[in-house]
């Protein structure tokens, strides 16, 4: 019996697979200016740190504040103006004695009111969105490198600050083509201890280093530590 224990446990081992990776967050985020402008705010103090519902960076908008405020104003002037054309025009076409080319005339008021409505609607919306865009706030995510200072000048793409995050880790390997569906069968083991962990992602295509390897993807829910190295085994 005991010679048949050990045949077993030597078959099990020769099946079995081993890696080395790095345990990082599940995920890694660069956020970069959508807007130009100033820095007039920079929380130093989150940098390195999880956030919680914090204001990151501020881009100035006062000037777009501001415009905002006015083309409202101008949007309900519009607004009156057109409503008034149209009725103007709907009178018009009840009266035998305007010519066509007077109705056609008045039509045109209105349309060119419509027109400039709409204008203005969109220029509000896009307003919104760059004011919204200028205020960079994180719910949790852990804010890993702030890049900018107060006092800079940033263009549509300037990194502003990294951010992770680690509600959960990943762990990448490259495992050789020919492996893959066999260790799709197996458990795994992480640092020696049984999981009930699944394969969460396998790349199909060779990775461009490990030419004959595909790259492997594996999530660790709640891990307490990052950046360590994890054995991980396929049994």
């Known amino acids: 019996m005991k010679y048949i224990f050990a045949l077993l446990f030597l078959v099990n081992s020769l099946f079995a697979y081993e ?3 790095k345990l990082e967050p599940v995920n ?53 103006m057109l409503e ?42 896009n307003l919104k969105d760059n004011i919204k865009n200028k205020m960079l706030k994180e719910k949790d995510r852990y804010i890993y490198n702030i890049a900018v200072k107060e006092g ?33 069968t197996k458990t795994i083991y992480l640092n020696g201890k049984k999981s009930d962990i699944k394969l969460d992602k396998v790349y199909k295509v060779a990775d461009s280093k490990h030419i004959s390897s595909y790259k492997v993807e594996i999530v660790v829910p709640d ?4 950046s360590r190295l994890v054995k991980v085994e396929f049994k």
Do not use: H, W
């Open 152 to 184: 800079d000048y940033v263009n549509p793409g300037t990194l502003l600050y990294e951010a992770k995050d680690l509600s959960k880790g990943k762990l990448e390997i490259f495992v050789p083509i020919d492996d893959i569906a066999d260790i799709k």
């Open 28 to 80: 890694s985020y660069e956020i970069k200016a959508a807007v130009s402008g100033k820095v007039i705010y920079v929380n130093d103090e989150i940098e390195g740190k999880k956030a919680n519902n914090s204001k990151i960076v501020e881009i100035d908008s006062y000037v777009d504040r501001i415009d905002l405020k006015q083309s409202k104003v101008k949007l309900k002037a519009v607004s009156q």
């Open 223 to 226: 891990p307490k530590v990052f």
């Open 84 to 125: 008034i054309e149209e009725k103007n025009y709907n009178r018009m076409l009840q009266v035998s004695s305007k010519s066509g080319f007077e109705k056609d005339s008045q039509k045109l008021k209105a349309i060119n009111y419509r027109t400039t409505k709409a204008d203005i609607e969109v220029k509000i919306a």
């Open 19 to 21: 890696f080395y990776a």
